[in-house]
T-cell receptor, first 111, second 114 residues
Framework: DVKVTQSSRYLVKRTGEKVFLECVQDMDHENMFWYRQDPGLGLRLIYFSYDVKMKEKGDIPEGYSVSREKKERFSLILESASTNQTSMYLC??????????FGSGTRLTVV | AQSVTQLDSQVPVFEEAPVELRCNYSSSVSVYLFWYVQYPNQGLQLLLKYLSGSTLVKGINGFEAEFNKSQTSFHLRKPSVHISDTAEYFCAVLRYSGNTPLVFGKGTRLSVIA
């Protein structure tokens, strides 16, 4: 069964910490994406990547960065976590022109 | 650019009743259309998709959707819902050409009442 795996289901971090959210896919997909999901706002795209070492800003990249050193792994980095980054973070992957496969999500709380 | 409007943020419905979740989209180019479902504390799961061909698309769990190009709609329907259908449903569009991200609607929370 094909999978997108997010390393943590729940995470609690302190304000100002550097936070790494990891995502791994085993489908050899070219594209990978990071979204955050907040009540009433739906899914908002943070960053995406079409290939190794490539990245593109989404709709809300401020306060985040990403890394894609290998095709199967796409990391989201919160440089200095803030309370307004408390959210559900969803990773997804896809082939070009197809729909997405999502991970189970990481619920991040910043205190 | 594409945009998606889900016309209802919440839809309560009694068990075994029919339901329709509405989705309209806007795009200057041809698009593929998707519905995803998210059960509590889980990621999104593909329910169904329209790529081409028949405008009536059948998905998992008894759901279906109809693509209406003239009305730019892709409404999701189920003739008889179950308690287990309680979830959030997202409509999304993807451009035919180019490698651009899916654009999602804001979601519709379906609550099935016993």
């Amino acid at each position: 069964d094909v999978k997108v795996t997010q390393s943590s289901r729940y995470l609690v971090k302190r304000t100002g910490e550097k936070v790494f959210l990891e995502c791994v896919q085993d489908m050899d997909h070219e594209n990978m994406f990071w979204y955050r999901q907040d009540p009433g706002l739906g899914l908002r795209l943070i960053y995406f990547s079409y290939d190794v070492k490539m990245k593109e800003k989404g709709d809300i990249p401020e306060g985040y960065s990403v890394s894609r050193e290998k095709k199967e792994r796409f990391s989201l980095i919160l440089e200095s976590a803030s309370t307004n980054q408390t959210s559900m973070y969803l990773c997804a992957s896809s082939r070009v022109g197809y729909g997405y496969t999502f991970g189970s999500g990481t619920r991040l709380t910043v205190v | 650019a594409q945009s998606v409007t889900q016309l209802d943020s919440q839809v309560p419905v009694f068990e075994e009743a029919p339901v329709e979740l509405r989705c309209n989209y806007s795009s200057s180019v041809s698009v593929y259309l998707f519905w995803y479902v998210q059960y509590p504390n889980q990621g999104l799961q593909l329910l169904l998709k329209y790529l081409s061909g028949s405008t009536l698309v059948k998905g998992i769990n008894g759901f279906e959707a109809e693509f209406n190009k003239s009305q730019t709609s892709f409404h999701l329907r189920k003739p008889s819902v179950h308690i287990s259908d309680t979830a959030e449903y997202f409509c999304a569009v993807l451009r035919y050409s180019g490698n651009t991200p899916l654009v999602f609607g804001k979601g519709t929370r379906l609550s099935v009442i016993a």
